[in-house]
């Protein structure tokens, strides 16, 4: 996975945990529930993305469309293990864009980056504040429009930049167009990630979520570099190539993959 640049986005996606093909299920919050059991349908969870319920797994990408992606832990993702996965990947921000995650804010604060701060519920705050959406506007709807966002801006209750100083909106709309600062590209980026691994794949047990993610996030990279999606069998003889090239240990067999456990941090009884 490459070393990102500029604005670079960055926003976890949570997956359920999943231990799909196995007999004897593990539960792993047995402080909450006295069993795991084999889930039919949709079921709700008991304790949320928080907790070892979910797989959470952040995305980072940058201004010219490349990725990093990786599983991290079972539950809330926290400040060390962002650190010891994406640090190397993505040393070289000018600016971070992230949702009010308290680790992304921490991140930033330690490295001294610059951070904008889109909050998740972005839509939803202007939406009661009464904020007049689409592009046929009057001039007194803009006006409105532009008096709202400015009061919930010095309200920190929309988007902001931090690190950067005291802006003023105006200052800051104008680097925010500017740079384009947004999680665009990120959400669209979970959308299929989302897509391949619950659509596509029928779901993917947990311990093996890792390799599916870095291989599609792999292929996402090689469809950037090249500038066309994979869509042929020379493309896919060229990445055949290039992963038996750059694989120092070629000797995992079936038994490994079948043998492999489920190992990523998980949240303590205390927390749950």
């Known amino acids: 996975q490459p070393i990102l640049k500029g604005v670079i986005q960055i926003d976890e996606k949570h997956f359920r945990e ?82 009010a995650n308290q ?33 046929s506007k009057t001039h007194e709807q803009e006006s409105k429009n532009f008096d709202i966002l400015n009061r919930l801006y010095w309200e920190r209750k929309i988007d902001f930049i931090a690190n950067k100083g005291h802006l003023s909106y105006r200052e800051f709309k104008t680097i925010k167009d500017q740079y384009s600062l947004s999680l665009a590209k990120v959400n669209s980026f979970h959308n299929k990630l ?46 055949l190539l290039y992963v038996l090239k750059n694989t120092q240990n070629s000797t995992y067999t079936l038994k490994d993959f079948q043998n492999e456990k489920l190992t990523i941090p998980k949240p303590t009884a205390r927390y749950h």
């Open 18 to 99: 999943s231990q799909k093909g196995t007999m004897e299920l593990i539960n792993y919050v047995p402080s909450i529930l006295e069993e795991r059991l084999p889930r039919y349908g949709t079921q709700p969870s008991a304790l949320g993305v928080m907790s070892a319920e979910f797989v959470t797994v952040p995305v980072a990408i940058d201004e010219d469309g490349y990725a990093v992606a990786k599983v991290a832990c079972m539950g809330k993702l926290d400040i060390e293990i962002f650190v010891d996965l994406f640090y190397d990947h993505i040393k070289n921000a000018s600016i971070i864009c992230s949702d």
């Open 194 to 239: 989302t897509r391949a691994i619950t659509v596509n794949k029928t779901g993917v047990s947990s311990k093996y979520l890792d390799k599916y993610v870095k291989f599609y996030t792999f292929i996402h990279n090689w469809s950037i570099s090249k500038g066309k999606p994979v869509s042929s069998l020379t493309d896919a003889e060229e990445i």
């Open 103 to 135: 680790t992304y804010l921490k991140y930033c604060r330690q490295f001294h980056i610059v951070h904008y701060v889109r909050p998740s519920k972005y839509v939803e705050i202007l939406t009661k504040a009464g904020y007049t959406f689409g592009k």
